[in-house]
């Protein structure tokens, strides 16, 4: 094979195998196509199903919060608080939104609409992303992450308004599995839920399916090492997978599906200080770390802890959390919602299940 030819496959491999290993997967698209729909303002967000990432509610109180993890990093959150429940002690939910977003993408909504229901919710940033700290930005670090949790059962665990007791975690789409792998050590969380789950190692070993060979993995590997060179060297930081900017005629549904969140005002957020261009791409280098990471393994350990998965049942995810609830014990239950994708269990709350995550969460705190 010419050097060539073999150097534009290696790029391909690599484009499609770091593509596919973010939680909001997309893959390459053909940059000769012209762009059928763009950034521009004939796109029209499918804002049905009753999609509100942004809600908001007179019947909370929401402040700003920020705490230390172990590593002296500074975690920022979102506290939010039902009327009344400071006089007395309350259950408590963590909430981590999607890896690549931010606090008010998704998981806001989320505890925005449990603290309704009765409990105190944290909605964080993970380290290297939003408004907590971390260098660089938009690294990937599975571990810390984790962290990031026990550091918010931290900070609620030494509230006098928090029953310490009654801590739970609910993770979204990658924070699902950081969740997990957190809940495994720490055994002060009471109770862990996902939604629209991604497990993020085997997201980036294997790709969605089983789609990615060995070959092509080592190929993403070898390219990140070489990168290292460079940014060592004072060369640009590369980044990653995350969502496509623009649609063309090749864009798969799966992308579009992420697009129509992360691109269009239905979710599209970006936090003070931070680029647009770079909102869900993780850094070159760091993004291999998934590789080591296997969050569902011992994931048995954390019963008698009860574990709640839930997923649409066309959700392009749902492999995950099929995969999650075969391995965890009992108390464990598998909740699929009809009609619903992976991206609609982010913000769409006709299709979101706030009664059986209430009911879940009640009973399990």
Not at 77 to 96: C, W, Y
Not at 148 to 165: C, H, K, M, N, P
Not at 304 to 313: A, I, W
Not at 336 to 345: E, F, R, S, T
């Amino acid at each position: 094979m010419k050097k060539k030819s073999f150097v534009m496959l290696l790029l391909t491999v690599i484009a499609l195998g770091s593509i596919l290993s973010a939680c909001n997967d997309t893959s390459t698209t053909d940059d000769s196509v012209v762009s059928t729909t763009g950034n521009d303002d004939s796109y029209q967000p499918d804002m049905s199903n009753g999609a509100d990432n942004f809600y908001e509610s007179d019947e909370i109180t929401m402040q700003r919060v920020s705490f230390n993890n172990q590593y002296n990093m500074e975690v920022v959150g979102n506290l939010i608080i039902p009327e009344g429940s400071q006089n007395t002690q309350n259950p408590a939910i963590i909430v981590g939104h999607p890896m690549g977003a931010v606090k008010e993408q998704s998981a806001n909504l989320y505890a925005t609409k449990m603290a309704e229901r009765g409990f105190v919710t944290l909605a964080i940033d993970l380290p290297f992303w939003g408004e907590s700290e971390g260098e660089p930005r938009n690294a990937v670090s599975p571990d810390i992450y984790a962290e990031s949790f026990s550091a918010a059962v931290d900070y609620l665990g030494t509230q006098d308004f928090i029953d310490r007791e009654r801590i739970g975690v609910l993770g979204i789409c990658g924070s699902g599995s950081f969740v997990i792998s957190a809940a495994k050590i720490d055994p002060r969380i009471q109770a862990i839920a996902t939604v629209s789950m991604y497990d993020m190692g085997a997201a980036a070993r294997n790709a969605l399916n089983n789609s990615l060979t060995l070959e092509q993995r080592k190929a993403i590997i070898a390219k990140a090492a070489e990168q290292r060179y460079v940014e060592f060297t004072g060369g640009e930081t590369e980044y990653t997978s995350g969502t496509v900017h623009e649609l063309t005629e090749n864009t798969d549904p799966i992308q579009r599906e992420f697009y129509d969140f992360y691109r269009t005002p239905r979710g599209e957020f970006t936090p003070e200080g931070s680029s647009p261009e770079l909102t869900t791409h993780p850094t070159l280098t760091s993004n291999v770390k998934f590789m080591n990471f296997y969050p569902f393994e011992d994931i048995e350990t954390i019963s008698p802890r009860p574990m709640l998965f839930v997923t649409g049942d066309e959700a392009h995810s749902i492999e995950f959390s099929q995969n999650a609830y075969e391995r965890a014990a009992e108390p464990k239950e598998l909740y699929l919602v009809p009609g619903a994708g992976h991206v609609d269990l982010y913000d769409r709350v006709e299709l979101i299940p706030f009664d059986k995550l209430e009911s879940f969460f009640k009973e399990a705190l």
